[in-house]
């Protein structure tokens, strides 16, 4: 289970090995940084996944933490979590998501800044990945209130070529909407939507 002293740790322990002191941080361990009263099923992930950004050695500054810090690491083993080094396109997230960060700076981790997304643009990058460990994390926010669908939505049009399309993204939010029975929290699809949808599979 991902707490803030762990995290803090975990920041520590990268700018020991990269001899940096600024990480972007993504995935499931932003909320602990970003919300409150936070569901247990949306905190159980032994790691946090983080890149040094602004640098031209970002993936072997990744590949540094994953080698010293990472899965299966001496301080894996000794602490039962750890660092993934991942890349910026890990986290497919929209454009401007940089106008909404938080700069995180722990009191376990002095000196150390984390770079912070918006939870809403987390939870879209997990709509783009869609696994199904990412559609219960999502579920679990939506239903905690933690995040809103409709401001997931208006974002939309603002995702990445590296994300599915527009009406396959706003599939993905109304059937999470249905599942949580907020389906009105969501707009009608238009007619053009509604038939772009059309014989779309789930993603695996």
Known sequence: MMRRDRLDHILRAAAGVTGHDT??????????????????????????DVYVPDTSETEALSDMIDANIGQGSAFHRQYGYYEDGVSPGTSVMPSDWMDRVQHYRGTGCPGVTAIVPDIEDVALAKVVAWREKDQNWILSGVRSRLFSLERMASRIDRMPSAAPEPAEMMRRLRSVAATCGMASALPAPLASDVDSEKGINPAP
């Open 23 to 48: 990480f972007v941080l993504v995935g499931s361990s932003v909320i602990v940084v970003r919300c409150r009263n936070i569901p247990g099923d949306m905190l159980m992930t032994r790691e946090a």
